[in-house]
């Protein structure tokens, strides 16, 4: 732990509550973090050039960031030849599209489904859970159930080519979940508005040929997305079983609560993994975002990229890694 998060740790001890002056900056002992007002959205893997780009629309539009990170996956979630997410996702082994995501809030509110099948767009249905139930989670018929109550539309998501690839995989029917740095792109998405205020979006297909009802990351929230619009937002993507047994992205925005710059904290989760579990064969990514707009990106193998737009300028970059090839 850095000297600073040390020294942070104990006067947060000392002067428990005592850690935020108002809502326009986080004020530690050392350093005081400025709220930015200005749009940004940072998103994971090259789809999120599209995805960042339509949440800036939406937010210049004066949705809010919460809008933005809903609407930007949207883009990713119904195009076909994205092949992890919505339409057209890869299946699981018995040939089944089925979706996972969830969305939180500036407010700490939190909405996710899992294991949903047949509907487009499952940030979309996460978002009615947080807005219309007294719930955080629905999972499959239930989650379908009530997508249709909401008017979403029933509809096939697996598209010819998907369909091709599992019938080719079929041959072999070789199940190795083994996750290298060509095959996942689950789509997770931190915005900040003229507010400052801060939400996250992330929606999946999962792994592909998974076992039917094999869930991931992408709908826990904490494990593939967390927003503590106090300190920072995180979002997870790759092998999902490592950020559930770590609770990654809960633990990125911990670390940025208790000191850590974004950068650093995203590195320091990829440590966590790398020290507890069996790292070497897996990929993850994580990327996150302070109040002050100061965004971090790391991951276990190189190949890791994300998309940062601000100001206009909607960049693909190459996160640093643990592992270097
Ligand atoms: N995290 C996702 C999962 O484990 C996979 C991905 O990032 O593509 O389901």
């Not at 200005?38 to 919460?66: C, D, F, Q, Y």
């Not at 995501?101 to 509907?119: K, P, R, T, Y």
């Not at 297909?205 to 826990?220: E, F, Q, T």
Request: with cysteine; charged share 20%; hydrophobic share 40%.
């Amino acid at each position: 732990m850095s000297t600073r998060r040390k020294f942070l740790k104990n006067s947060l001890a000392a002067t428990a509550g005592v850690g935020l002056v108002g809502t326009a900056c986080a004020e530690t002992s050392q350093t005081t973090v400025v709220r930015s007002n200005k749009p940004k959205a940072l998103s994971t893997w090259v789809h999120g050039i599209e995805a960042n780009e339509e949440a800036m629309r939406v937010m210049a539009e004066g949705g809010n960031a919460l809008d933005g990170a809903e609407k930007g996956v949207m883009v990713v979630e119904a195009d076909p030849k994205g092949s992890s997410v919505g339409l057209g996702g890869l299946p699981d082994r018995d040939g089944n599209v089925t979706l996972d995501a969830c969305i939180m809030d500036h407010e700490g509110n939190a909405g996710s489904v899992c294991f949903l099948q047949n509907i487009k767009h499952p940030i979309a249905v996460a978002r009615k859970v947080m807005e219309e139930t007294p719930h955080v989670m629905l999972a499959g018929e239930g989650a379908k159930r009530f997508a249709l109550a909401q008017g979403f539309a029933e509809e096939n998501l697996l598209t010819e080519s998907s369909k091709k690839a599992w019938e080719e995989w079929l041959k072999s029917a070789e199940y190795n979940p083994i996750i290298n740095v060509e095959n996942h792109d689950t789509i997770g998405l931190i915005c900040q508005d003229t507010q400052g205020n801060l939400s996250g979006s992330c929606t999946t297909s999962g792994l592909a040929y998974k076992m039917h009802g094999r869930v991931g990351d992408s709908p826990i929230i904490g494990a593939g997305l967390f927003v503590d619009n106090d300190y920072g937002a995180a979002v997870a993507t790759g092998m999902g079983e490592l950020m559930m047994k770590t609770l990654g992205s809960f633990l990125v925005v911990e670390l940025i609560r208790q000191g850590a710059a974004a950068q650093e904290a995203c590195e320091d989760a990829i440590q966590r993994i790398v020290d507890k579990l069996d790292y070497k064969s897996f990929q993850v990514g994580y990327l996150a975002m302070d109040i002050a707009g100061n965004t971090g990106a790391y991951a276990i193998h190189p190949g890791f990229n994300y998309a940062e737009m601000v100001d206009g300028k909607n960049e693909l970059i190459d996160a640093k890694s643990y592992l270097n090839g």
